[in-house]
């Protein structure tokens, strides 16, 4: 048996790593990257690993230790035996700054040459090469200062300060793993090939350290004046100075003070006290966190990508959710754009210390706040910092998604046209809750309430209302690369070489409406379901908002077997507990009543609350729209041909793809009605006969198939509202249209006890007629086209009640001259 004694961990040197191992395990509590590397990066434990480390570093090693027997992973410090060899299970890639000099650089190439001769004498042998890296702390530093710890390699006593200092805060972050036998098998088992191996680990690790720490943090007065010095702002200066008539320096005073108001001061220590207070914080309030495809946010980070985070918005928890996400994903933490009414004290001064920048409502009517800006946000770019925007602007209040608004995203654009030298890429992430602590607050200002500015007490009486929350959903959707976009969208956007100087480009408006509504769809494609939006589904598309236990649990099984079978997307997220558990976790959360009778148990939903869960309903409707559209024609229809299903889909499918942001395309239409089709007679909520030409009911399972069926009831009844009056009156003011279609939603709802607030929502109104514009419901001079509306609305007015029909016709007839009051829905 051959043994490589100059690494292999002998018992004299494990016995000094067992020794070194008791201050190490005291003050060392680091946290692994990715959470569950075993199943995130694919590592095979049958299989070989090798850890290969950055430099020389006892402590990192036992750190690593430390976190891969918790994992189950093996243990470094032990050697591979592979047939008579005995090779050891780590390495150090180049040395570090220890007392007794090492000769890692040589050393690391004889191990990785050991390994791949190997594979030359056994041909089914494959070992895992896994790098590893250990940061204390994830200080950038300071433009201008020394390297930090984290930058820099540490001797003995420098590390030991470091152990003691930031052990609690340390890192192990895991990479996917590289095949030692696709490495022999492609490019040989010589010396060279060994070499080459280390240099390249050697920049991995360079690379990675960068995604995780970012670049070093300006000094402040120097970007100052070195945006202040850009010939953009300098034009904006001179040009405020003519408009307003005053001096050159006091215009320039004015730039100074909007840079002063929008940037950042970001603080690595202020990011690690706020990490330790959301810690707490989130233990107490959530009871879990859920994480999905964040590895592809790590390799574009890896790849130096400039990274766009833009999240749907919910609750003035997201940014802080997502950046505490980043942060113990080993990634930068992002600048975040926030709104200037979050800029009070105490919290504006620690959302600034965290990254967060400052924006306007509006830049209309200032050139010199928009040139500021513009550059600030590019300056941000090119320094090769990520950033973080809401492409809504604001928080929605219905629980959908808003129209996205584009401003930031053309600037996003535009810095890209100057020619930076990092490709910027978007990641769209659906931020879920069980429970958002403003809801309250949203219901109360759909129904008409003045909206309560944010403030000190404000955000007090908010911290008082805390409580369990629930589980929390940050999923990562599909990167947009703006670059693979562009080249699509507007292929000679490269030779708009100046944006500064020259104007706007005429595809810069309308690729940038394109870019955001794909946005908001990669958002909805990550959707996360969960307890508490599957069981309000089902409750509130019961007429009672009652639901017997059993018939609750076999409705969210229902659920969760047909997204399992027809996902509406791979980014999706399905829940892996029972329906029995989810239904145990929902009714924790006290959203619920539990009446009970000599049959059983009934969940019922408090008209209280119903208003309130409609929230968490609309969080995931798009996902319902389709499959329930399908089950509310075949239950009205009792027997249908596909061809006519299909056709009656086609012509109110673009109505919910713009209203809903659904990802489907109408091409696609026809394959997944006929997978829709399959599931549910899988399921046994319809049949389909042997030529799957023909959907008739399912008279035992028809409850099923009404509670899926009334997902898209109160869409189908907005729709119808709008159609009608437009039928009506077909020369009907675009503003006139909007108003009445919500006096009518408003009317309907007190008549017929709808409970959602957004039924008669003003934004989803406006959504609906500019589709309709779109879509030649109405012509160039605001004419409907009413053989075009007469269509649609016939289908509707199959698929809704002849009670609900005949409100809606009388409303059309006798128009209400003033708006009604809003209703109290409580």
């Known amino acids: 048996m051959s043994t490589l004694t100059t690494s292999t961990i002998t018992g004299k040197k494990y016995s000094f790593y067992r020794l070194l191992n008791i201050p190490v395990n005291w003050f060392v509590k680091s946290k692994a990257i990715p959470q569950n590397p075993i199943s995130e990066l694919s590592i095979d434990l049958s299989k070989p690993i090798l850890y290969v480390l950055p430099y020389h570093s006892k402590t990192d090693l036992l750190a690593l230790r430390q976190r891969a ?14 047939e008579d060899q005995i090779l050891p299970r780590f390495v150090f890639i180049t040395n570090g700054l220890n007392l007794i000099p090492t000769d890692s650089k040589n050393q690391s190439a004889k191990i990785f040459h050991a390994y791949l001769s190997l594979h030359n004498e056994f041909s089914e042998l494959d070992v895992q090469m896994l790098p590893v890296s250990v940061l204390f702390g994830r200080s950038p530093g300071r433009e201008g200062a020394k390297p930090t710890p984290t930058l820099r390699k540490l001797n003995g006593f420098q590390k030991f300060f470091a152990t003691i200092w930031l052990g609690r805060d340390s890192f192990v972050r895991f990479s996917k793993t590289v095949s030692l036998r696709n490495m022999a098998d492609e490019h040989g088992t010589d010396e060279v090939i060994a070499e080459k191996l280390a240099r390249v680990a050697r920049m991995h690790f360079a690379r990675q350290k960068m995604a995780t720490v970012g670049p070093r943090l300006p000094l402040r007065k120097a970007m100052f004046d070195k945006l202040l010095a850009s010939k953009a702002i300098e034009k904006a200066i001179e040009d405020e100075a003519k408009q307003k008539k005053i001096s050159i320096e006091k215009a320039r005073k004015s730039a100074h003070d909007m840079l002063e108001e929008i940037a950042a001061d970001f603080s690595y220590e202020m990011a690690r006290i706020t990490d330790r207070v959301l810690r707490w914080t989130w233990n107490r309030l959530y009871q879990g966190i859920n994480v999905h495809n964040a590895e592809r946010i790590r390799q574009l980070a890896h790849e130096g990508h400039s990274i766009v985070y833009a999240p749907s ?24 754009a926030a709104g200037i009414n ?22 209309k009517g200032n050139k010199l706040y928009s040139t500021v800006f513009r550059e600030y946000l590019g300056e941000l770019f090119a320094r090769g910092y990520s950033v973080e925007y809401f492409i809504e602007g604001g928080r929605s209040r219905t629980g959908r998604l808003l129209n996205p608004k584009t401003g930031t995203l053309a600037m996003t654009i535009q810095a890209m046209l100057r020619g930076g030298s990092r490709p910027i890429t978007i990641i769209p ?17 759909l129904r008409g309430a003045t909206k309560v500015k944010e403030g000190f007490w404000s955000m007090l009486s908010g911290l008082r209302k805390l409580r369990n929350l629930g589980q929390g959903y940050v999923n990562f959707g599909e990167p947009i690369s703006l670059v693979n976009y562009l080249n699509q969208q507007a292929p000679d956007w490269r030779d708009y070489i100046d944006p500064l100087d020259a104007p706007r480009p005429s595809w810069l408006t309308p690729v940038s409406t394109s870019i955001a509504d794909r946005i908001m769809v990669s958002v909805n494609n990550a959707a996360a379901l969960n307890a ?6 089902a409750l509130l598309a019961s007429r009672q908002r009652a639901l017997a236990q059993d018939q609750l649990i076999e409705q969210i099984a229902v659920y969760i077997d047909f997204f399992k079978h027809v996902p509406y997307h791979k980014d999706m997220t399905i829940p892996t507990e029972s329906p029995a558990i989810l239904l145990e976790h929902a009714i924790s959360m006290q959203k619920f009543v539990i009446e009970e009778d000599s049959l059983g148990k009934i969940i ?73 089709l399959k599931e549910l007679s899988r399921q046994r909520l319809i049949k389909l006969n042997p030529d799957n030409n023909h959907s008739s009911l399912h008279l035992p399972r028809i409850r099923a198939l009404q509670l899926f069926a009334a997902s898209s009831r109160e869409t189908l009844q ?5 159609m009608s009056l437009l039928t009506n009156d077909p020369q009907i003011s675009r503003n006139e249209l909007e108003k009445s279609s919500r006096l009518a939603a408003q009317r309907l709802s007190i008549l017929h006890g709808i409970n959602a607030p957004e039924f008669f929502d003003k934004e989803v109104f406006s959504t609906l007629v500019n589709t309709l514009r779109k879509l030649n419901y109405i012509n160039d001079y605001g004419d409907a086209i009413v053989q075009n509306t007469q269509a649609v609305y016939d289908i509707l007015g199959e698929l809704i009640s002849p009670e609900i029909i005949a409100t809606i016709e009388s409303v059309d007839e006798e128009p209400p001259e003033e708006e009604i009051g809003m209703v109290d829905l409580h």
């Open 604 to 676: 019922v939903l408090p008209r209280e609350q119903a208003v309130l869960m409609t929230y968490y309903r609309n969080n995931i409707q798009h996902l319902f729209a389709l499959p329930s559209l399908v089950a509310s024609i075949i239950l009205h229809h009792k027997n249908i041909e596909f061809q006519r299903l299909l056709e009656k889909i086609t012509l109110l499918f673009p109505l919910l793809k713009a209203e809903l942001f659904l990802s489907q395309q109408e091409s696609e239409l026809s394959s997944h009605i006929q997978s829709i």
């Open 532 to 537: 508490m939006n599957l069981c309000v589904t």
């Open 429 to 445: 992430v659906y931020i879920g809750y069980e429970h958002v602590m403003e809801v309250n607050t949203y219901a109360r200002e």
């Open 718 to 722: 907005r729709f119808a509202i709008t």
């Open 313 to 336: 918005h919910r609750s003035h928890m997201d940014y802080l959710l997502l950046s505490y996400v980043l942060y113990h994903q080993g990634l930068m933490l992002p600048h975040i």
């Open 342 to 363: 979050l800029n009070f004290w105490p919290a504006g001064p620690i959302f600034r210390r965290l990254g967060a920048f400052f924006i306007r409502r509006t830049f």
């Open 69 to 82: 027997k918790f994992l189950g992973l093996p243990d470094p410090l032990e050697n591979n035996q592979i």
